[in-house]
């Protein structure tokens, strides 16, 4: 089965303050991605990597940077946290299937209060 | 913990019935699409896919049917458990063999004992 672990399930921090999340998979994926998720509303995609040191901006990419220096591990940067980035956040990874599908398996999330 | 779903609609269902989560997609050029199971607390569990050359396709107690007319995408869950009780949203991918996806806001399922 494929596990997509990340390394913190509640994280309080201070607006202002620097904010890592991190996320490994275990299934040699090529294609990582991180997400929010907020009420009412569908999974955003914030950026998204599909090699390592590779990247490319989601939807919603303002606020946030990535990093992907091994294969297993995207990180995703709160540079300077703010309130409007109170939300769970969401790793995913995926591996080009066969016949084009691209299914994406989650991690657990990580839900980030921003005080 | 907060749960994502505050005002998602809810269907509940009494234990052992059969459960059905509807979900109408938005792009006619969508080729793929995913069903998603979200516990409280937890990140979304894969359930089942279905390719836009099908119509319908099984699994164990779930069914997947695709109406292309109309855009709709439906979520058939037999003899529905406890276990069962989740938000339930699916995914479609319109822009065929990329990471693209576009994701509905869901349904909870409540299964009454």
């Known amino acids: 089965d494929v596990k997509v672990t990340q390394s913190s399930r509640y994280l309080v921090k201070r607006t202002g303050e620097k904010v890592f999340l991190e996320c490994v998979q275990d299934m040699d994926h090529e294609n990582m991605f991180w997400y929010r998720q907020d009420p009412g509303l569908g999974l955003r995609l914030i950026y998204f990597s599909y090699d390592v040191k590779m990247k490319e901006k989601g939807d919603i990419p303002e606020g946030y940077s990535v990093s992907r220096e091994k294969k297993e591990r995207f990180s995703l940067i709160l540079e300077s946290a703010s309130t409007n980035q109170t939300s769970m956040y969401l790793c995913?990874?995926?591996?080009f299937g066969r016949g084009g599908t691209d299914t994406q398996y989650f991690g657990p999330g990580t839900r980030l209060t921003v005080l | 913990g907060e749960s994502v779903g505050l005002h998602l609609p809810t269907l509940s269902v009494q234990e052992g019935d059969n459960s059905i989560i509807n979900c109408a997609y938005s792009?006619?050029?969508?080729?793929?699409f995913i069903w998603y199971k979200q516990e409280s607390g937890k990140g979304p569990q894969f359930i089942i896919d279905i390719r836009s050359n099908m119509d319908k396709r099984q699994g164990q107690r779930v069914t997947v049917l695709l109406n292309k007319t109309v855009k709709h995408l439906s979520l058939q869950i037999a003899a529905t458990q406890p276990g069962d009780s989740a938000v339930y949203f699916c995914a479609e991918n319109p822009d065929s063999g990329t990471y693209k996806y576009i994701f509905g806001t869901g349904t909870r399922l409540k299964v009454l004992a």
């Open positions: 995913a990874s995926s591996d």
């Open positions: 792009n006619s050029a969508s080729d793929y």
